[in-house]
């Protein structure tokens, strides 16, 4: 009797946790299998067809043309801008909504916050287009506008990815008990101390989990600078070209790896300072 | 954890070897590149299949969809019993993609894919006496490099127009007739010159050089040598510094011209209307006198057809002389039919396109796949599309 009913349960936890593996297996980690595969592969100079033969050729040229090598460099650069953006805004702003606002500004700051999200990427993409455009509001505005390039394409993304930093902060903040600052302060510590040595750590993981939404998102991204990004190409842009353009898959899929190492990296910096140990 | 990860690792490999295993069963598609495999066009119409699957560009099959009043799909539905399925290609690259997967029985393709199409076996050979329109198509688009091989016709032609030079005129005021404007001379605007965003624009640069600096040997804008590719990569290079931005979606072109974000640039027809009727800024349009590049689109059958009786109903529909004046019209191209011009709305359509003046569309070199057997057939050491796609993407750095 007791057997049956383990093996009833197993039949159970079996029932539900092969689709979501089998999806992860299948579907993620397979797709990935054959990109890693596909990246030695190579074309057919006419007619674009893959052939299936090894090459160690797309390795080589990801590696050691300049390209590659400047794009690279510049779309680290962006999705590291974007995050730092980020931070700089959302962290005043979470810590505001969780532990001084009323709560009904809190409500009505997270609702702000998060409406952008129902409206469509490129909507807001446009957006910016306009408001950056030479005569556009900005320059009405202010007098000044940055023009179509890489600052736009910066701001654009910090504001477009807005959202998935400061939601992950305001948990983080409004977990960190109030008892503990009190505490502090009764100890004799400054605002500042208080802020430093007390809410700081607690909030760290809160902040990385958001630049890691941040960072990744702005790596793979390739429409926003099409649309405000002037004459810029990001990584994703030559991805783009390789693979439909050149109708060069290998090569594309050897260049998508450099992203995908980038957030790998990314994340085992994360790990190092303990971030994600208790997200 | 060591473990996980060797288990994973396991996992991994075994995922990768099932995949490979599966696709590598599927035969690559292709061959040689000396003549396209051999096959029968269809030699009798037989009656539609009550479908057919299209990919075409913006604007070329409407069904009222976008404009109420712009509609001839619906009535070639009605006519032929032929359900029509369009899927758009916003790219002659992204056609070529569509073709591939078999599941459509027909494209309008540009100067740029047909080759492509034609030697990997992927559009059939078509038999020009079951569209009856096809005798008065005009003279000087059949039996081209791009739509036909060794005197069989691969298509039936829709329309043609010229890439032109565009500038708003309260800018740029000494009224330029060459693309030298948009090379040399576009220091003069600095960050608000445009090109158009594909690899195929190198041939403009090509054209370009081959008038001003003939020393290079440039004969024709798609059949280059590695240097003179080079030369008209250093070219672009140079242009990079002046550019703003670079456009290849038609509405976005639109409007970086009323925004001033662009105020000289190459151009399309269709764009300089837009422009014209929303009125927002002044421009001119111009064929310089080097000539220009362009496109001739084919309309071609797939070689896995399920539908070639619908197919074929639609190229004699669509290169018919009311219908062809309507899609000319709407999209703002020059229309192959030459009984079309009897039918435009504007009665000056084909005279502003230059439909039928031969001696026009003479000046036009029009997209073609560059190769690396020269598709001017002046021999085998030219440069094909992949490389100008590896060029492209170092031009903008």
């Given at each position: 009797?007791?057997?049956?009913?383990?093996?009833?349960?197993?039949?159970?936890?079996?029932?539900?946790?092969?689709?979501?593996?089998?999806?992860?297996?299948?579907?993620?980690?397979?797709?990935?299998?054959?990109?890693?595969?596909?990246?030695?592969?190579?074309?057919?100079?006419?007619?674009?067809?893959?052939?299936?033969?090894?090459?160690?050729?797309?390795?080589?040229?990801?590696?050691?043309?300049a390209v590659f090598r400047t794009a690279t460099l510049r779309t680290i650069g962006i999705a590291l801008s974007v995050t730092v953006i980020c931070i700089v805004l959302a962290v005043p702003l979470a810590l505001y909504m969780a532990k001084v606002a009323s709560p009904r500004v809190r409500l009505a700051l997270v609702v702000a916050v998060t409406t952008p999200l129902w409206a469509s990427y490129l909507v807001k993409a446009y957006a910016w287009r306009m408001l950056l455009s030479p005569e556009g509001p900005l320059h009405w505005a202010a007098g000044y506008t940055p023009g179509y390039g890489l600052i736009a394409t910066v701001l654009t993304l910090a504001y477009l990815w807005l959202p998935y930093m400061v939601i992950p902060v305001f948990a983080a903040f409004e977990r960190v008990?109030?008892?503990?600052?009190?505490?502090?302060?009764?100890?004799?510590?400054?605002?500042?101390?208080?802020?430093?040595?007390?809410?700081?750590?607690?909030?760290?993981?809160?902040?990385?989990?958001?630049?890691?939404?941040?960072?990744?998102?702005?790596?793979?991204?390739?429409?926003?600078?099409?649309?405000?990004?002037?004459?810029?190409?990001?990584?994703?842009?030559?991805?783009?070209?390789?693979?439909?353009?050149?109708?060069?898959?290998?090569?594309?899929?050897?260049?998508?790896?450099?992203?995908?190492?980038?957030?790998?990296?990314?994340?085992?910096?994360?790990?190092?300072?303990?971030?994600?140990?208790?997200? | 954890m060591r473990n996980t990860t060797r288990r994973l690792g396991v996992a991994l490999a075994a995922c990768a070897a099932l995949v490979a295993a599966c696709s590598s069963s599927t035969t690559s598609g292709g061959g040689s590149s000396t003549a396209p495999p051999k096959m029968e066009p269809l030699s009798a119409l037989g009656n539609g299949e009550g479908q057919l699957n299209l990919v075409a560009w913006p604007g070329y099959a409407e069904d009222g969809s976008n404009d109420p009043k712009?509609?001839?799909?619906?009535?070639?539905?009605?006519?032929?019993?032929?359900k029509v399925n369009v899927k758009i290609g916003n790219t002659s690259d992204e056609m070529v993609q569509l073709m591939r997967t078999g599941q459509y029985d027909g494209v309008s393709a540009s100067g740029d894919a047909t080759l492509r199409l034609i030697y990997a076996g992927d559009v059939a050979p078509v038999n020009t006496e079951l569209v009856p329109g096809y005798d008065t198509i005009s003279a000087f688009l059949k039996d081209k490099p791009w739509n036909s091989v060794a005197g069989q016709m691969y298509g039936i032609p829709h329309g043609w127009g010229a890439n032109l030079l565009m500038y708003n005129t309260d800018v740029v005021k000494n009224a330029p007739d060459t693309w030298g404007a948009v090379f040399p001379g576009a220091a003069e605007f600095k960050g608000k010159v445009t090109a158009y965003d594909s690899p195929i624009y190198i041939a403009d640069a090509a054209l370009y050089l081959s008038k001003t600096k003939p020393e290079l040997g440039i004969k024709d804008p798609y059949s280059l040598t590695s240097d003179q590719l080079n030369a008209s990569v250093d070219l672009l290079k140079e242009q990079h510094a002046n550019i703003g931005e670079y456009w290849s979606d038609y509405t976005k072109a639109v409007q970086a011209f009323e925004s001033g974000t662009s105020v000289i640039g190459t151009t399309w027809q269709v764009i300089a209307n837009m422009l014209t009727s929303d009125d927002k800024v002044k421009i001119a349009t111009v064929l310089p006198k080097e000539g220009s590049t362009g496109w001739s689109d084919t309309w071609m059958v797939s070689s896995k057809a399920k539908n070639p009786n619908?197919?074929?109903?639609?190229?004699?529909?669509?290169?018919?002389?009311?219908?062809?004046?309507?899609?000319?019209?709407?999209?703002?191209?020059?229309?192959?039919?030459?009984?079309?011009?009897?039918?435009?709305?504007?009665?000056?359509?084909?005279?502003?396109?230059?439909?039928?003046d031969a001696a026009y569309a003479e000046k036009i070199s029009y997209w073609t796949t560059p190769q690396k057997q020269c598709v001017d057939g002046s021999g085998d050491n030219c440069t094909a599309y992949s490389e100008w796609v590896d060029k492209w993407q170092q031009i903008k750095g």
């Open positions: 009797m007791a057997a049956d009913q383990g093996v009833s349960r197993r039949v159970r936890l079996a029932f539900l946790l092969v689709p979501p593996l089998a999806w992860l297996v299948v579907a993620y980690l397979g797709s990935l299998g054959v990109l890693l595969l596909s990246a030695f592969w190579s074309t057919d100079a006419f007619t674009g067809a893959v052939v299936r033969s090894y090459t160690s050729d797309n390795i080589v040229r990801v590696l050691t043309d008990p109030n008892a503990l600052i009190d505490a502090s302060a009764d100890l004799g510590a400054a605002e500042t101390t208080t802020l430093r040595t007390i809410v700081a750590p607690l909030v760290f993981p809160g902040i990385a989990a958001g630049s890691i939404f941040t960072f990744s998102l702005s790596m793979g991204d390739y429409i926003a600078v099409t649309i405000v990004g002037g004459k810029t190409q990001m990584l994703g842009n030559i991805i783009y070209g390789q693979l439909v353009t050149a109708n060069n898959q290998p090569l594309a899929a050897a260049l998508s790896l450099i992203p995908l190492t980038a957030i790998v990296l990314y994340l085992l910096a994360m790990r190092r300072t303990g971030a994600l140990e208790n997200v | 712009v509609d001839w799909v619906t009535p070639f539905e009605q006519k032929t019993g032929c619908c197919m074929y109903k639609w190229m004699d529909w669509i290169t018919s002389p009311e219908i062809n004046a309507q899609v000319a019209e709407y999209f703002g191209e020059a229309p192959a039919q030459t009984k079309a011009c009897e039918f435009t709305s504007d009665k000056n359509f084909c005279a502003t396109y230059h439909a039928t």
